[in-house]
């Protein structure tokens, strides 16, 4: 029968001070991950007390990290950042901090690229199924549905 390894206060408190460390985190995560080691409520709410004043865990840092890594890597557009974030229970102040940081330009560029680089990439010779599939791909990634739209008209007539 295999035990459940169990942690002291200190042993927890240190392995979640590295796992915030290596890379930013929500507090949502932390807590899962507390309740995965099997600590109780109580010694998780001293934990992440412990690693909020001690800077290991921030959430305004993580909704800015996530937005800039999200937006450049995977090009996701307002919507779905903010969903995504608010899937994390991530504060609505916290959230529009973060998405306002993407500047306007870089954003709209950003959006023509990848509208462009995937109408080039359909092999679909329907017209009206090129579209529909060009808008279904730009509104799941959480492009504005204007700016969709717009798009998908001007890049297949």
């Known amino acids: 029968?295999?035990?459940?390894?169990?942690?002291?206060?200190q042993e927890a408190t240190k392995k979640l001070e590295h796992y915030?460390?290596?890379?930013?985190?929500?507090?949502?995560?932390?807590?899962q991950k507390l309740l995965s080691m099997y600590m109780i409520p109580e010694a998780i709410d001293v934990i992440i007390v412990h690693l909020i004043e001690h800077n290991y865990l921030n959430e305004?840092?993580?909704?800015?990290?996530?937005?800039?890594?999200?937006?450049?890597?995977?090009?996701?557009?307002?919507?779905?950042?903010?969903?995504?974030l608010e899937r994390k229970d991530i504060s609505k102040v916290n959230i529009n901090q973060a998405i306002t940081e993407i500047d306007d330009n870089n954003y709209i560029e950003t959006f023509h690229d990848l509208a462009e680089k995937k109408a080039n990439s359909l092999k679909e010779s329907n017209k009206f199924k090129?579209?529909?599939?060009?808008?279904?791909?730009?509104?799941?990634?959480?492009?504005?549905?204007?700016?969709?739209?717009?798009?998908?008209?001007?890049?297949?007539?």
């Open 60 to 84: 305004e840092r993580f909704a800015k990290t996530f937005v800039s890594g999200k937006f450049r890597i995977k090009k996701w557009g307002r919507r779905r950042l903010t969903q995504e």
């Open 20 to 31: 915030c460390a290596y890379q930013e985190r929500c507090h949502q995560e932390v807590r």
């Open 1 to 9: 029968m295999q035990t459940k390894k169990t942690y002291t206060l």
């Open 130 to 157: 090129k579209r529909k599939k060009l808008i279904n791909y730009l509104i799941y990634r959480g492009w504005e549905s204007h700016l969709v739209y717009d798009k998908a008209i001007e890049l297949i007539p």
